[in-house]
Structure formats: C-alpha cells, structure tokens
C-alpha cells in the first residue's frame, strides 16, 4: 500500500467510526441538547477530566462529589470560572455520592477516585439511570468485572472504561495500520505500563497513607497487600483493539511472575528518619510482574508492570 492509499482510507475510516452509532456516543456533537454531567472524585485526574468537559459548550456540570472538601471546592471554582454556574457539593464522607447520584438532573457521572471505589460507585450510578464513565482500573477482581457487565446489560446504562492511552494519535495511528494490513498477519505484541511512579507514592519525607498527598494516600497501600499487574490497561487495552479481543477474538491463557521488592523499601530508606515506622513495611508488590497471554486466534501478548524502580517513562511504547 502506497502512502497516498494509506491516507485516503485512513481518512474514510476515520469518518465511519464517527457515523457508525451517533446515537450510543453520550456527547453527540450534531445534538443541541446539553448533557448534564456529575462528577465523583475531582483529585489530579478528576480535575483534568472536569477541565476537558468544562471546554464544551454542550455540557454542564450539575454536581461534584469527593471526601476531600478542598478539592470540591476548587473543582466548583472552575465550573464557576467557566461560566457554568454553581454546581452542588457532596462531600459528607464516603458514601456521599449516593445521594448525588440519585440526583434526576444528571445524565451522565464521571469517576475518577481510588480503585477500590470504582465497582460500587459505578454500580450505583446505573441503577440510578445514569451513564458512566468510570476511570482504570474500572475493578481489581474478576467479580467486579462481572458485576459491572451484569448491571449494565440489567439497567441498559452503558459503562465506558476511560482508558485514555488507546485514544492517543500515536495509538490509534498504529491500529489504523494493523487495520490496514500494514503489518501483515499479528503474531505477537508487546505492551506494558512501565512508569517511575516513585515519587507519586512516597512524599519527600518517606510518607504514605492518608494525610499524605495526591495518589500516596491510597495508591501505594495496594503494594502493600497485593502483588500482580495492578495496572495492565494503558498497554493491554491497545493490545486488545490491535488483535480484536472481544471482537471474534479472546483471550485464553494468562501466566504471571513476579521479582521481588525492593524500589518503594529503598525509596523510603533514603528519604525519611530512622524512626519513620514506614521503613518497616513490607511491600508484596513485585517491582516487576512479566505476564503472557495467548488468543484463540494464536498470537501471544507480553504485558510488564514496572512503576517501582528509577527508570524513565517508557508507558506509551508498543512492539507489534
């Protein structure tokens, strides 16, 4: 294929997918009616999404739920900012945001708190008859995948899992050429989310939990008491679209290990007093877990977790 061809069809392709099913797209750009949007967990990513929805002139943000009262404040600041009004407060502890939920002036909720909250408010949004976008993981075990697809086929709520990374130009140009044929017949990709996420989940002194700040104050507890691919989406999710999981394909087989710990232990050593109790606990999370899978259709899949060690971001890399 001739570059020429390759731009024109990428271009007739990139229109399809914009015409395929106008009416299941939540934001429906040819639609004048205005889609009203509460938001659950406004943290660093929930801001960035408020920020994207507050650009829209087809979008209001009616309300915003999160335990911390300064970040639904700051987060009511903008929506104030931009001119949309002043959206209503939850943030009277951790179930809160049922009450928001069964608000019947939202649309849509968007979800972006700590993973292990993500199943449940998730869950009760679609009863309540509310579309969802919910942040990854969108579960951390195979039941709370369940329940989200029984619940959603059950209500007839979609739930969308906003796994940014196969959005990307970069990736979405790749799968447009898997697509295309420019690689041939697929055999085997390799993906991972390898990201020094050091200095994200210990603060300067050493610390984590709560009363720390950002995702240190509940991230990094997972290393503590787990030990997997606690965040397999950003390459496993691009992954899936280039070999059509879920779409005539599947995934059969899957075989994990782990190293031992060491990155967060020395992170904290070189940072905190002797006396900081944080010197003593012991991580279960491996600084790298290798998994493989295999397809019906026959190829293989690498995916590696890799957040604990000082290395560069290499999160966006794919080998196909």
């Not at 408020?50 to 087809?58: E, H, I, P, T, V």
């Not at 002043?86 to 009277?92: F, G, N, P, Q």
């Not at 790749?174 to 420019?182: E, I, S």
């Not at 003593?280 to 690498?302: C, K, P, R, S, Y």
Request: glycine share 10%; hydrophobic share 40%.
């Amino acid at each position: 294929m001739n570059r020429k061809d390759f731009i024109k069809k990428s271009t007739a392709a990139g229109i399809g997918l914009s015409v395929v099913n106008p009416s299941f797209n939540l934001l429906r750009g040819s639609d004048d009616r205005v889609v009203r949007l509460g938001f659950i967990g406004v943290g660093g990513r929930g801001r960035g999404h408020l920020r994207g929805m507050l650009a829209r002139d087809d979008v209001m943000i009616n309300a915003i739920c999160d335990i911390s009262e300064v970040n639904a404040i700051q987060a009511q600041k903008m929506v104030h900012d931009a001119g949309k009004g002043k959206a209503d407060l939850y943030t009277k502890g951790d179930n809160d945001y049922l009450d928001m939920v069964s608000r019947d002036d939202l649309d849509g909720v968007l979800i972006s708190t700590p993973w292990e909250f993500h199943v449940e408010q998730s869950i009760a949004a679609m009863k309540s008859g509310k579309y969802v976008a919910v942040e990854i993981p969108a579960a951390i075990t195979v039941q709370g995948c369940w329940d989200l697809v029984n619940v959603s086929e059950a209500t007839g709520m979609p739930c969308m899992v906003l796994g940014n990374t196969s959005y990307q130009r970069d990736v979405l140009a790749v799968l447009n050429m898997v697509r295309q044929g420019l690689f041939g017949e697929m055999i085997h990709v390799q993906c991972g989310y390898q990201h020094n996420l050091l200095p994200v989940m210990i603060d300067e002194n050493g610390n984590f939990g709560p009363g720390t700040p950002g995702e240190a104050a509940w991230r990094t507890n997972h290393y503590v008491h787990r030990n997997g691919l606690l965040y397999p989406d950003h390459g496993a999710n691009s992954a899936g679209h280039f070999l059509d999981i879920n779409r005539g394909n599947r995934y059969l087989k899957l075989s994990a290990m782990s190293t031992k710990a060491r990155g967060l232990h020395n992170y904290i050593e070189e940072r905190s007093d002797k006396d900081n109790s944080n010197r003593n606990v012991v991580f279960n999370q491996g600084d790298i877990v290798t998994a493989m899978l295999t397809t019906a259709h026959g190829e293989t899949v690498l995916v590696i977790h890799d957040t604990t060690l000082p290395r560069g971001d290499n999160n966006k890399a794919f080998r196909v």
